[in-house]
């Protein structure tokens, strides 16, 4: 039973165009969540996160948003770059509810391309 | 600043034989989690490694246990290999603060594991 769901597996998104990644959880538990990207041969890195407590949280190009009635994460960036081309995977955790520990639950990931 | 590092990068095990995999933190960064990504999912969650002790642990057999030395770093141990065990295995690092909550997990690049 997947608690994080990813439904797009890839998304092709023009170069200077706003490219918008989506997340769902069925978990109420999970009140911190966290998007990291992936490029072929590296581990994920941590790219932005958002605690339940916030419904927006912006680091640059790159904003979240928290919708937690719906259960729904999504990333947005803007521009899209061409290095923006990887994996994206949504990740949450039980971090403030389960005593601080982030064993984190991930979707599947959305392969981003971005198109020149 | 050295960040994750994993050994070995690739490793190739027969079915029934066990496995060891060993994992440096990020400098500062005193926890440890392992985790199993399969071919087309996203990380699972093995467990997390605090204090030399075993955190928290995901949804994963006894077949599979760890182990966190007196300088952070951190080994997975794999017995009686499956074939279903094959799979890139990620170390996250990250720092638990004075309140017990963990800050954001860097990943390392993984270990390729191949079970034959």
């Known amino acids: 039973d997947q608690q994080v769901k990813q439904n797009s597996p890839s998304l092709s998104v023009q170069e200077g165009r706003i490219s918008i990644l989506n997340c769902d959880y069925t978990?109420?538990?999970?009140?911190?969540f966290l998007w990291y990207k992936k490029y072929p041969a590296e581990g994920p890195t941590f790219l932005i996160s958002?605690?339940?407590?916030?419904d927006k949280n912006e680091d640059g190009r790159f904003t979240v948003f928290l919708n937690k009635s719906a259960k729904h994460l999504s990333l947005h960036i803007v521009p899209s770059q061409p290095g923006d081309s990887a994996v994206y995977f949504c990740?949450?955790?039980?971090?403030?509810?389960?005593?601080?520990?982030?064993?984190?639950?991930f979707g599947k990931g959305t392969h981003l391309i971005i198109q020149p | 600043d050295a960040g994750v590092t994993q050994s070995p990068t690739h490793l190739i095990k027969t079915r029934g034989q066990q496995v060891t995999l060993r994992c440096s933190p990020k400098?500062?960064?005193?926890?440890v989690s392992w985790y199993q990504q399969a071919l087309g999912q996203g990380p699972q969650f093995i467990f997390q490694?605090?204090?030399?002790?075993?955190?928290q642990r995901g949804n994963f057999p006894d077949r599979f246990s760890g182990h966190q030395f007196p300088n952070y770093s951190s080994e997975l141990n794999v017995n009686a290999l499956l074939l279903g065990d094959s799979a890139l295995y990620l170390c996250?690092?990250?720092?638990?603060?004075?309140?017990?909550?963990?800050?954001?997990?860097?990943f390392g690049q993984g270990t390729r594991l191949t079970v034959v």
């Open positions: 978990n109420s538990m999970f009140d911190y």
């Open positions: 400098s500062g960064h005193d926890t």
């Open positions: 996250a690092s990250s720092l638990t603060n004075f309140a017990y909550m963990n800050t954001e997990a860097f």
């Open positions: 990740a949450a955790s039980d971090l403030y509810s389960g005593g601080g520990a982030d064993g984190l639950t």
């Open positions: 490694y605090y204090e030399e002790e075993e955190r």
């Open positions: 958002i605690s339940s407590i916030k």
